[in-house]
């Protein structure tokens, strides 16, 4: 069972900066791609940006340049700096991870989402 517990989403105003964290607990051998999403009313869940276990990152065209994703992997922790908010980027964010549970099973996850509400 792998849980993820995120935190660090909440009400901003235009311009501003916060601060997503998730952190990896319970039983696996390793974490590989750690990653956030959201999702806003109506629409369907995307990709904002993730990280491979070698440090690799992949961003959303509409966030690159003011977010940034980052990992501890001695915490199992994986961060997501949003600078530069816009009411566009108004979602709930969801963390996702992708653990190696065995030698012949992966696992994938998710956690159960924080909100991110951006002013105009």
Same mark, same amino acid.
């Given at each position: 069972? @792998?849980?993820?517990? %995120?935190?660090?989403?909440?009400? @901003? =105003?235009?311009?501003?900066?916060?601060?997503?964290?998730?952190?990896? +607990?319970?039983?696996? /051998?390793?974490?590989?791609?750690?990653?956030? *999403?959201? =999702?806003?009313?109506?629409?369907?869940?995307? /990709?904002?940006?993730?990280?491979?276990? +070698?440090?690799?990152?992949? *961003?959303?065209?509409?966030? #690159?340049?003011?977010?940034?994703?980052?990992?501890? $992997?001695? #915490?199992?922790?994986? *961060?997501?700096?949003? $600078?530069?908010? #816009?009411? %566009?980027?108004?979602?709930? *964010?969801?963390?996702?991870? %992708?653990?190696?549970?065995?030698?012949?099973?992966?696992?994938?996850?998710?956690?159960?989402?924080?909100? @991110?509400? @951006? +002013?105009?």
């Amino acid at each position: 069972q @792998v849980q993820l517990v %995120e935190s660090g989403g909440g009400l @901003v =105003q235009a311009g501003g900066s916060l601060r997503l964290s998730c952190a990896v +607990s319970g039983s696996f /051998l390793s974490i590989n791609t750690m990653g956030w *999403y959201r =999702q806003a009313p109506g629409r369907q869940r995307d /990709l904002v940006a993730a990280i491979t276990s +070698s440090g690799t990152t992949n *961003y959303a065209d509409s966030v #690159k340049g003011r977010f940034t994703i980052s990992r501890d $992997n001695a #915490k199992n922790t994986v *961060y997501l700096q949003m $600078n530069s908010l #816009k009411p %566009e980027d108004t979602a709930v *964010y969801y963390c996702n991870v %992708e653990t190696r549970i065995s030698s012949v099973t992966r696992g994938n996850s998710w956690g159960q989402g924080t909100q @991110v509400t @951006v +002013s105009s």
